[in-house]
């Protein structure tokens, strides 16, 4: 019988999919290879795997919390449902002629992504709401009616409507859709009212194109999923991780899949904020590095930081501007082609480039033996000495030395006269240098000097990579939790059912109305506890509030967050005060004699976070027995050098250990390097800092 104190979760990332139970306070968890062509064979493996190891059937779990990269590649390559969007008259190639931005400005040759759906598939309607919401234009039913039946004689499964300013105003967008749901009862409709109800055309059109893009594809997924747990004998109530953060429910994901892009790696932002609460941690840099990406975001105050915007299915080398903007509340990351699975080259330029393509786990590196021929970050790994061919993944996956050398020798080594090894140690210093890079610019964008940072290192491959880049960061204090390697699962379950409800109103302070700002956030209020309710009917709710503010004229806003005081009793002085505060902390100063405007409200709904005790630093007691040795390549010393291997299962709190030395563990390996000592915490994370 399903027990509550039992729950699953699942992460489906681009090459393991991770699968945690826990079973009260134990955990047990499993690391099987994703199989692309139907994903629920893996999780089904996951499960029966953690089931048997907890000595329980499947029919006791009480709760399953899924996340899922599905989405987002199915927008990276393109393969989704036939989608037909709907516009206003004149607004036809909106999210082809993009915005004015140019990501790389001096490049003479760029060329722009193309937009998710050609010309073709665009479809306009005679109607106009202006900005304040009035009706200049109004929509006629049979315009509709027979645009209805040009979209059915064309074939399309799934349907996005975008009209300009329906977030104001959004009685022309339902009216497309009931006559829609009435002509053609078999194809799906998203609504950017209800999609993302925000300004800026560009994004907000792009953002429901692509939730209708996914809709059936997902829906057919998660429909599947669901009969096949069924069929194992699970019972238990099925929720998805959205990329806010959050948990919503297996309805409200498949009407909204565009919520899950980014599900996984936010998943693990969640993760690192809860062992950052553990350890009064104000100041956190999450480093999440798995098959296919690696993924940095900044964590203050045990909160991750978190944007209105984020961009996928990047064309150029992961640079931002150059993908699909999509307008959903998102946890704020940098995420770069710098997985495990990462493939290297060398360009015209005779330089070893690492990413963004990726061998994923079919055929996987090159040391698994699938097939694959180019070199991976896992194959340099393996060379370097960082892995153990006999007990990578627990020794269900076995690696070949042999074969990882032979593909760093053909496509690096004989192109630049250099050795299987010094190829792999070029390999490896040019993918954590990416990542280093990618954590500087982001802690500079944010204004965060990152040596006051501690890191939190998860995912398969980043304990392996860790050690290095805090040495390239100066970031002096790493800690790796106990299950890293399946860090995002575990952070799924350790996630609050939320939801954030945002509406773009524009107002300026100047003319602050406090009635309709009560009003508005009431609306938003209910909202999004509606869709926690839809979750969980009894747990208590909690509300963050939240504007975006600019100076009038400016093109950006920033975040200000409210109390519920301050929600509710609405003041124009306090509101001004928060975003010169908050302003001049970004800048540096404010601007005097400029108005102040705000342009989009956030009302965010979530259950209570879990209760954390906090862990007491342990006092270093004794050394880690050392089960052998073996020689691994340190980056900073350039040379191979005897390391100690530690089983990191038999070290006790206060154990401690000397680098060079390799903590090992069935879902990845810690490498400290020669510059760094690590002692074992009480709660098993490993705390890594500078020697002496």
Known sequence: MASPSIRLGVDIGGTFTDVVLEVGTKSYSAKVLTTYAAPENAIIDGMEQVCAKAGIAASDIG?????????TNALIERRGAKTALITTQGFRD??????????EQYDLNLELPDPLLPRQRRYTVCERVDATGAVLMALDRAEVEELADEIAEAGYDSVAVGLIHSYLNDAHERLIRDVLTDRLPGVMVSLSCEVSPQMREYERFNTVVANAFIKPLMKSYLSRLEGRLRGEGVACSIFLMHSGGGIISLENAAEFPVRLVESG???GAVFAANIAARYGLEKVLSFDMGGTTAKICLIKNQTPKTARVFEVARTY???KGSGMPISIPVIDMVEIGAGGGSLAHVDAMHQIRVGPESAGSEPGPACYGRGGDKPAVTDADLVLGKLDPDNFAGGSIPLHADRSAAALTSVLGDVLEMDAAISAFGLAEVVDENMANAARVHAVENGEDLSDYTMIAFGGAAPLHAGRLCEKLGVARALVPPGAGVGSA????????SFEANRSVYMRLSDFDADQIIDLLGALKAEATGFV???????PIQCEYKVYMRYTGQGWEIPIVLSEAQAMAPDSATFTQAFEEDYAKLFGRTVAGMDIEITVWSVNATTPPQDVARIAPAAATAPAATTATREIFD???????????VARAAMGPGVTVQGPAAITEDETTIILPASRTAICQPDGCIDISPKG
Do not use: N, Y
Not at 533 to 539: E, I, L
Not at 635 to 645: I, M, Y
């Open 63 to 71: 709760q399953i919390i899924h996340g899922t990269t599905l989405a």
């Open 94 to 103: 909106v999210i082809e002629m993009r915005t004015e931005s140019r990501f």
């Open 265 to 267: 790696p936010a998943g």
């Open 317 to 319: 080398r992961f640079k």
């Open 490 to 497: 575990i952070g799924f379950l350790r996630a609050p059912f």
């Open 533 to 539: 309710r839809g979750c969980d009917a009894t747990a």
């Open 635 to 645: 980056p900073a010393l350039a040379r191979f050098a005897q390391a100690d291997v």
